[in-house]
């Protein structure tokens, strides 16, 4: 199937979303030099298999040949970054560091990519997503990409652990890398 088909299949919601971080990307792309092309692409494609069923998604990831770890196995949504990530290569789409951003912008990565950096920023800090700290974020963000990385990655962990929530092993060794 066709990105382009993938995306026309989402709900209103989750394309508006697809939406508004593609043009956070944009903007993080000309605040940091980033190829504009790639950063479009990254933000259209992120959330692509956001929608499947966990079911689904770990039928797909094992038909796909990834990598399953056991936070992938208790928590199958956490797939839906390398199931994108794996259709656009596969589909000749995009290029090896827009498939990287995908693949890790749910949880970040320590040494991710600048677009992976921006991607990951721009899921967090889109104007549809509503906390008080999200415009000081993106303005951060827009001045410097990795300080603006690293303080996304510190208030998720903080919402996380204060709401029960184990942060993916991933999440935490990027923000060592902070
Ligand atoms: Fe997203």
């Known amino acids: 199937m ?12 989750r394309r508006e979303h697809i939406e508004r971080v593609t043009a956070v990307m944009e903007s993080l792309a000309h605040a940091h030099h980033l190829d504009r ?14 929608e499947m069923s966990r079911l ?3 039928d797909e990831a094992r038909r796909l040949g990834l990598r399953l770890g056991r936070e ?6 956490l797939l839906h970054g390398p199931v994108a ?3 656009l290569e ?5 290029t090896p560091s827009v498939w990287e951003a995908i693949r890790y912008h749910t949880t970040g990565a320590p040494h991710l990519n ?9 899921d967090g800090v889109e104007p549809g997503r509503q906390y008080p700290e999200r415009q000081k974020l993106l303005d951060l ?16 962990v903080v919402y996380l652990k204060d709401r029960g929530f184990a942060p993916h092993p991933d999440m935490l060794s990027a923000l060592d890398g902070c």
């Open 2 to 13: 066709l990105i382009e088909e993938r995306f026309q299949r989402l709900t209103p919601h």
């Open 37 to 50: 092309d790639e950063a479009r692409l990254a933000g259209f494609g992120h959330d692509l298999a956001r």
């Open 56 to 58: 689904a998604l770990l």
């Open 72 to 77: 992938e196995e208790q928590e199958p949504v």
């Open 85 to 87: 990530a794996a259709w």
């Open 90 to 94: 596969q589909a000749g789409r995009g």
């Open 114 to 122: 600048a677009l992976g950096r921006a991607l990951y920023i721009a």
């Open 141 to 156: 963000a827009l001045m410097d990409l990795d300080a603006g990385y690293c303080e996304v990655l510190r208030h998720t």
